[in-house]
């Protein structure tokens, strides 16, 4: 559905995308993460048509969006960061103008603006002018546009910022109703997103690819993956853990919960429980960590210069 191929952009003597390539099938929902300045936006602006490389190619369904970004945007919803909307307008009447510069009209327009409103529950402020609009409700309806032509790709750049949480899990229950037959490409800084609602995710620093997998394997690289949180009572409980081979560390809280991080990942939790059963300590919880995001994140974009800002 998506395929892009040694993506480069250039702003003057600036290169904010360097060698970007990755494909994308059906039924994805991509979340393309990094830090601020990483090249997210001017990725998703080069797919979308809407900013030409400098070097690279980008092909939606086949089309190469160079060379007719016409016919290649007529499978591709849009919805950037920061989408322009007529403050004057009701949220219906916005929503048939952009269906007739898409090309409806009629019975077929109106059908599509309807249909829009449903699916992102916007119903209830149709007759609203738009500077009347919560945040939450010019999200939705920046989305609705996207929907308009029914599209089988869609682009969506930091589509929950500035949302309270209620608004987001609005948002995000619409993203993955509307994914099983489309591919959806987020990008986004914010990692509970991903946890929340990708398949997939890439991560971009300096420009650059650095990381593409699901984020649960993603979080198998955290220190804290299969880490085992234990409290119980018994003598010497940490010294007995010390000795097991799959252990690297032990650390103990200040609460009195003791934290032991297994080596490579290996699990541990079993090993635990036998030293727990042959050595009589009463155990009262046992927690396994399934890693962290987060610290992923943090040491595969260590190296990004945080004083960087993506160009508008």
């Given at each position: 559905?998506i395929?892009?191929?040694?993506?480069?952009?250039?702003?003057?003597?600036?290169?904010?995308?360097?060698g970007?390539s990755?494909e994308?099938?059906?039924g994805?929902?991509?979340g393309?993460l990094?830090?601020n300045?990483a090249?997210?936006?001017?990725?998703?602006?080069m797919?979308?048509?809407?900013?030409?490389?400098?070097?690279?190619?980008?092909h939606?369904?086949g089309?190469?969006v160079a060379d007719?970004?016409?016919?290649?945007?007529?499978?591709?919803g849009?919805?950037?960061?920061?989408t322009?909307?007529?403050?004057?307008?009701?949220v219906?009447?916005?929503l048939r103008f952009?269906a007739?510069?898409?090309?409806?009209?009629g019975k077929?327009?109106?059908?599509r603006v309807d249909?829009?409103?449903?699916?992102?529950?916007l119903?209830?402020?149709?007759n609203?002018?738009?500077?009347?609009?919560s945040?939450?409700?010019?999200?939705?309806?920046?989305?609705a546009?996207t929907?308009l032509?029914?599209?089988?790709?869609?682009l969506?750049?930091?589509p929950?910022?500035?949302l309270?949480?209620?608004?987001?899990q609005?948002v995000?229950?619409m993203?993955?109703?509307?994914?099983?037959?489309?591919?959806?490409?987020?990008s986004?800084h914010?990692?509970e997103e991903v946890?929340?609602?990708?398949?997939?995710a890439?991560?971009?620093?300096?420009g650059?690819?650095?990381?593409?997998d699901?984020?649960?394997?993603?979080?198998?690289?955290?220190?804290?993956?299969?880490?085992v949180?234990?409290?119980a009572e018994?003598?010497?409980?940490?010294?007995?853990?010390e000795k097991?081979?799959?252990?690297g560390?032990?650390?103990?809280?200040?609460d009195?919960?003791?934290?032991?991080?297994?080596?490579?990942?290996k699990?541990?939790?079993?090993d635990?429980?036998?030293?727990?059963?042959?050595?009589h300590?009463?155990?009262?919880d046992?927690?396994v960590n399934?890693?962290?995001l987060?610290?992923v994140f943090?040491q595969?974009?260590a190296?990004?210069d945080?004083t960087?800002r993506?160009?508008?």
């Amino acid at each position: 559905m998506i395929k892009a191929t040694g993506l480069v952009r250039d702003f003057g003597t600036r290169r904010a995308v360097d060698g970007v390539s990755f494909e994308v099938e059906k039924g994805t929902v991509l979340g393309f993460l990094g830090p601020n300045g990483a090249g997210k936006t001017t990725t998703i602006r080069m797919v979308a048509g809407f900013l030409p490389p400098t070097a690279g190619t980008v092909h939606v369904k086949g089309i190469n969006v160079a060379d007719d970004p016409v016919a290649a945007q007529k499978s591709i919803g849009y919805m950037p960061e920061t989408t322009p909307l007529y403050e004057d307008m009701t949220v219906s009447g916005f929503l048939r103008f952009l269906a007739e510069v898409r090309g409806f009209s009629g019975k077929e327009r109106d059908a599509r603006v309807d249909r829009s409103l449903e699916r992102c529950f916007l119903e209830p402020v149709r007759n609203q002018t738009i500077d009347t609009l919560s945040k939450g409700y010019r999200q939705r309806t920046c989305l609705a546009q996207t929907l308009l032509h029914d599209p089988d790709i869609l682009l969506l750049d930091e589509p929950t910022e500035g949302l309270d949480p209620n608004q987001k899990q609005v948002v995000r229950d619409m993203i993955k109703a509307m994914a099983a037959e489309r591919v959806v490409m987020l990008s986004t800084h914010v990692l509970e997103e991903v946890e929340a609602i990708c398949t997939r995710a890439i991560i971009i620093s300096g420009g650059k690819v650095v990381a593409d997998d699901s984020p649960a394997s993603l979080k198998t690289r955290s220190d804290q993956y299969n880490a085992v949180t234990l409290t119980a009572e018994g003598r010497d409980i940490a010294k007995a853990l010390e000795k097991l081979p799959n252990i690297g560390n032990i650390q103990t809280l200040e609460d009195g919960k003791i934290v032991a991080f297994a080596k490579g990942g290996k699990s541990i939790a079993p090993d635990i429980l036998e030293a727990a059963r042959s050595n009589h300590w009463k155990v009262s919880d046992i927690k396994v960590n399934e890693g962290r995001l987060d610290d992923v994140f943090r040491q595969i974009t260590a190296t990004e210069d945080t004083t960087k800002r993506e160009v508008a």
